[in-house]
């Protein structure tokens, strides 16, 4: 084949490849117990399910939808996509673990399903270790009936001068009680006054549900000067956020002088 074919067919194939947004999900082992193996297949980005099948035949006994994921039409659907990545055997039970780190016990009589947020437990620490103004403000009042801080990821808030009026805010991981979208509480420093974007109201390309996001940092002012002139990289009037999807896409959160915008950086 002529350097010009070569050519001609990774062109043909670069748009596919660019559109590979996540890596594909871990092979979960199957488990075996009382001659009954346990499946995850994870072939489904849409829900997280698993199978029975008798060990000897293979016939499959019986299937199992442990949790589906909600798809927003406006973003790339394979980075909302999640799957079991783990499963086993516990006092008789069928333990799965999602890649949100959620745990599923199955009964295996009844089927069962009973649930747990291995995250949950470093809530209560996560809440403590904040800033008391900020834990008052988020956990009184018609905020802490609606909304409640999240420990999905670590750090579960940061500090920096988001505004850029010389006093510190904080931005908060929060939950919506009601729908269980994930986002952001942006505490102003000075006023005390809340901004919320997800967890129910949306923002740019990231909706109205952050539960895509699996990891964020501040973005400083300094650096957003040393970088000015980059492409998407916005004039900055104080510390931003950069929130990603690992291997997917990240933007920028900032204040624009009137009110909390979208940056897109990658997708």
């Known amino acids: 084949m002529t350097q010009l074919g070569v050519l001609l067919l990774s062109l043909l ?12 999900p871990v092979r979960v082992n199957p ?7 346990y499946v995850a297949p994870n072939d489904d980005g849409r829900r997280g399910y698993v199978e ?16 589906t994921n909600r798809i927003d039409p406006k973003l790339e659907e394979d980075v909302q996509w999640v799957f079991i990545k783990a499963l086993n055997i516990q006092d008789g039970r069928l333990v799965a673990i999602s890649e949100r780190g959620e745990t599923y016990q ?5 089927k069962e399903i009973t649930q747990s947020d291995s995250r949950s437990s470093a809530s209560s ?3 403590t270790n904040m800033p008391d103004a900020v834990k008052k403000t988020l956990t009184n009042g018609l905020l802490g009936k609606r909304y409640a801080p999240s420990s999905r990821m670590n750090p579960s808030y940061l500090e920096g001068d988001f505004d850029g009026d010389g006093k510190m805010d904080t931005a908060v ?3 919506e009680n009601s729908t269980g979208k994930v ?5 102003n420093g000075t006023t005390g006054k809340v901004t919320i974007l997800g967890a129910g109201i949306g923002i740019g390309n990231g909706g109205d549900d952050f539960e ?7 973005y400083s002012k300094a650096r957003g000067i040393h970088t000015a002139g980059e492409v998407n990289v916005p004039h900055l009037h104080g510390d931003a956020l950069l929130v990603e999807k690992s291997e997917a896409a990240s933007a920028l959160i900032y204040w624009n002088g009137k009110r909390y915008v979208w940056s897109q950086q990658g997708d």
């Open 125 to 127: 620490e996560a809440i």
């Open 183 to 187: 986002g952001i509480a942006i505490v």
């Open 13 to 24: 194939f670069l748009p596919q490849l660019a559109f590979a947004k996540r890596t594909a």
């Open 106 to 110: 199955i009964d295996l009589q009844t």
């Open 52 to 67: 029975a099948r008798n060990v000897a035949t293979n016939k499959k006994l019986w299937e199992l939808t442990l949790f």
């Open 212 to 218: 895509w996001m699996d990891s964020w940092q501040v």
């Open 31 to 37: 488990v075996v117990y009382e001659s009954i193996r």
């Open 173 to 175: 991981l929060i939950k």
